[in-house]
């Protein structure tokens, strides 16, 4: 699926809840945090149900989210990686896995920096075992 912008957004829950592994679609926010907001609230437009399943819907859904943004240089960056670990106190849960990190600027201004590991650990692994592949604990 295009970019989600609309109450599409229900049909992408909806796919990706039965059993669709493999999902990819694309939206616009400031972070992977708003990125789940945003789609809650397109959700909500075009469905009346209460926040809370919706939220679980999401949660249950997306296993990560790759946050790309555009910096001072006008350069292109994948800026965050973050795993959806679930719903906890009514709210999505999630753990940035990796981040950008600035480190400098060069002789013609580019931005200088490298997406860096958090040190947390994909919490859920079970697809990926179940596709053939592991995930080092350490």
Known sequence: MGEVRDA???E????MNTGHDGS???GHA???TDM???LETLVLMGMDIPLLAVRNQIASAIDIVVQLGRLRDKSRKVLEIAEVT???????TVQP???FIETGI???????GELRATGNKLLNTEKLAHAGLSVKRS
């Open 24 to 26: 990819l679609s694309t």
């Open 12 to 15: 992408l829950l909806s796919v």
């Open 8 to 10: 599409a957004a229900c």
């Open 97 to 99: 896995i990796y981040k």
């Open 36 to 38: 789940l907001h945003r």
């Open 30 to 32: 400031n972070s992977t």
């Open 86 to 92: 679930g719903v906890k106190n009514g709210d999505i």
């Open 106 to 112: 060069s002789k013609d201004g580019k931005i200088i």
